[in-house]
């Protein structure tokens, strides 16, 4: 099976610009997740979406972040204006909610994330 | 609030001995308890979780977890390190309520010499 597909790879793009990254997640996972990884803040919750709605944007750093899933199959975050301390590694994961108490325990599945350098 | 710490940033064990890389945590009641590992240029990959039941966890490539309540820890372990054990390993906690929010640690690089 296809794992969680992210998209770039790695970007490279001069401060002031619009950022897009985008993430497919697995079929029939209803949990998606964003993050962000530096070495001094570690691994951070940006977002996260059930059925396609944002749960928690609690962690997304400013407003010049936005996130949208517009459907089951895709997501994307976006930056704009982009600077250069949003320099990082972004990840999206997913997960399968599931029914009742069953849900919560399962493990979420990460893409190997974009690599974000702002000049 | 929700907590988890790795005390280690690093734990360097030559190959074919005992490895142990250490978790606590500071959630309300009995949360869910994950260990995941990250390899160079790769998302983080799942090991293993605890869930209820028996302390002692087993996972993905040979590693294992015990759960101990009165201590709020959850160490990894492995009998026998290989090299390519190698990576950053990560401790996540989620309670089972409240929604999917999920707590990771800060990670710890282990190091296994040939």
């Known amino acids: 099976d296809a794992g969680v597909i992210q998209s770039p790879r790695h970007e490279v793009t001069e401060m002031g610009q619009e950022v897009t990254l985008r993430c497919k997640p697995i079929?029939?996972?209803?949990?998606l997740f964003w993050y962000r990884q530096t070495m001094m803040r570690g691994l951070e919750l940006l977002i996260y979406?059930?059925?396609?709605?944002?749960?928690?944007d609690s962690g997304m750093p400013e407003d010049r972040f936005s996130a949208k899933m517009p459907n089951a199959s895709f997501s994307t975050l976006k930056i704009q204006p982009s600077e250069p301390r949003d320099s990082a590694v972004y990840f999206c994961?997913?997960?399968?909610?599931?029914?009742?108490?069953?849900?919560?325990?399962?493990?979420?599945?990460f893409g190997d994330g974009t690599r974000l350098s702002i000049l | 609030a929700q907590s988890v710490a790795q005390p280690e940033d690093q734990v360097n064990v030559a190959e074919g001995n005992p490895l142990t890389v250490k978790c606590t945590y500071s959630?309300?009641?009995?949360?869910?308890l994950f260990w995941y590992v990250q390899y160079p240029n790769r998302g983080l990959q799942f090991l293993l979780k605890?869930?209820?039941?028996?302390?002692l966890v087993k996972g993905s490539y040979g590693f294992e977890a015990e759960f101990n309540k009165s201590q709020t820890s959850f160490h990894l372990k492995k009998p026998s390190a290989l090299v390519s054990d190698s990576a950053l390993y990560f401790c996540?906690?989620?309670?089972?309520?409240?929604?999917?929010?999920?707590?990771f640690g800060a990670g710890t690089r282990l190091f296994v010499k040939a």
């Open positions: 959630v309300s009641g009995n949360p869910y």
């Open positions: 996540a906690v989620r309670d089972r309520v409240g929604g999917f929010k999920t707590i």
């Open positions: 079929s029939g996972h209803d949990y």
């Open positions: 994961a997913s997960s399968f909610g599931g029914q009742g108490t069953s849900g919560g325990n399962q493990p979420q599945h």
């Open positions: 979406f059930n059925n396609n709605v944002p749960i928690d």
């Open positions: 605890y869930i209820t039941g028996d302390n």
